[in-house]
């Protein structure tokens, strides 16, 4: 895996990017969705025009149709394409909502989601994340790193399953997301949320609880490329955790790579 270079992020934005299957991603969704960007905060790659602001987290939060995501995303080319999982009661909450800080609030809800990356685990080889982080290895990871997250995925689909019915599950590109779709959950407030988490990591679930306890808004849109390894972030079906193999799995791979 590897970065993507800019061509090949527009060939991805213009040619492969499916707006049809993002908006399946959203089909339900009555609350205006802001999307968002960053260029180049890992990779400092980025076009001329957005040098100033490769490292900035750019909201798109004023478009007429789908298609003109697609026009954001072929303009700026970014390293990482995102939505934001916060529900808004009208577009003017969603644009007051501010840029990078605004966290579940009072007067909306916010979509559950959970977050499993790979670094976070430790590794007989490449050591803790401490470690990693001190080699300026902090967000690489190895492939039995991966297993370990995929097999922690899996158990946590399978916990939460038993209270919850509308479960995605998303390769990242990295690790995997988990998003709860049911309605109950959307208005959760934010105790409630720690309290599932706390729930969750007694029972020795590894995670970064600023994901489901609202802290952090965005996460990765589906279906969209993330430029740090050039792979495809796509939802995977439950039974697929444990045989799926992000290095050779087609759905994955951008065109733009070799076979
Ligand atoms: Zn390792």
């Known amino acids: 895996m590897r970065v993507s270079t800019l061509d090949e992020r527009r060939q991805f934005y213009s040619r492969e990017f499916s707006l049809m299957k993002v908006r399946e991603w959203f089909r339900g969704w009555k609350s205006p969705i802001v999307f ?44 990482s394409a995102y939505y934001d999982r916060n529900v808004y009661n009208d577009w003017e909450q969603a644009r007051s909502s501010g840029n990078d800080t605004a966290q579940l609030g009072h007067s909306f809800g916010q979509e559950l989601a959970f977050d499993i990356d790979p670094e976070n685990f430790t590794c007989p080889i490449h050591g803790t994340l401490e470690e990693k982080m001190r080699r300026h290895q902090g967000l690489s990871f190895c492939r039995l790193e991966f297993q370990l997250a995929q097999q922690e995925a899996a158990q946590l689909v399978e916990i939460l399953s038993r209270e919850f019915s509308e479960i995605c599950l998303v390769y990242s590109g990295r690790g995997f997301h988990i998003h709860i779709r049911d309605e109950k959950t959307v208005f959760w407030n934010r105790r409630s949320r720690l309290a599932l988490v706390k729930r969750l990591s007694k029972r020795g679930f590894m995670m970064d609880e600023w994901v489901p306890s609202g802290g952090m808004r965005l996460i990765r849109l589906p279906y969209s490329l993330n430029g740090l390894v050039s792979r495809v972030a796509i939802p995977l079906a439950e039974n697929e955790l444990g045989v799926f193999d992000p290095i050779t799995d087609e759905r994955t791979m951008p065109k733009f790579l070799p076979r």
Do not use: Q
């Not at 890992?42 to 026009?71: C, F, Q, W």
């Open 36 to 79: 968002a960007a960053v260029i180049g905060r890992h990779t400092r790659i980025a076009p001329m025009k957005y040098l100033r602001e490769r490292s900035r987290t750019l909201v798109i939060d004023e478009y007429g149709s789908p298609s003109e995501i697609r026009n954001y995303l072929i303009d700026f080319k970014p390293e």
